[in-house]
């Protein structure tokens, strides 16, 4: 059975950070590139952040440039994004999808409130 599984949202200050993971269960996630999405209610899913199967290809929203930072460790089947001078703008639900050729999947989502 094929799982992503977000954790690590919450509530933080602005200007600070958190650690988003998405830990992968049931498909060849070293095979898959990985993307992390956030979606604000009424408005459309939008990409953040993308790393290649291996790691050595990354892309950002502008948004979120030099300050969000993704990663994985593919024998730990997880995918993380570092956010670091978080902003009340960053307030969203996000989701990490796995995506290939053949398939892509979806995390249930982790909701990540800015606020003082």
């Known amino acids: 059975q094929v799982q992503l599984v977000e954790s690590g949202g919450g509530l933080v200050q602005p200007g600070g950070s958190l650690t988003l993971s998405c830990t992968a269960s049931?498909?060849?996630?070293?095979?898959?590139?990985m993307r992390w999405y956030r979606q604000v209610p009424g408005k459309e899913r939008e990409m953040v952040a993308g790393?290649?199967?291996?790691?050595?290809?990354?892309n950002y929203a502008d948004s979120v440039k030099g300050r969000f930072t993704v990663s994985r460790d593919n024998a730990k089947n997880t995918l993380y994004l570092q956010m670091n001078s978080l902003k009340p703008e960053d307030t969203a639900v996000y989701y990490c999808?796995?995506?290939?050729?053949?398939?892509?999947?979806w995390g249930q989502g982790t909701t990540v409130t800015v606020s003082s």
């Open positions: 049931g498909f060849p996630f070293w095979s898959y590139a």
């Open positions: 999808q796995a995506i290939n050729l053949r398939a892509n999947y």
């Open positions: 790393i290649s199967s291996g790691g050595a290809s990354l």
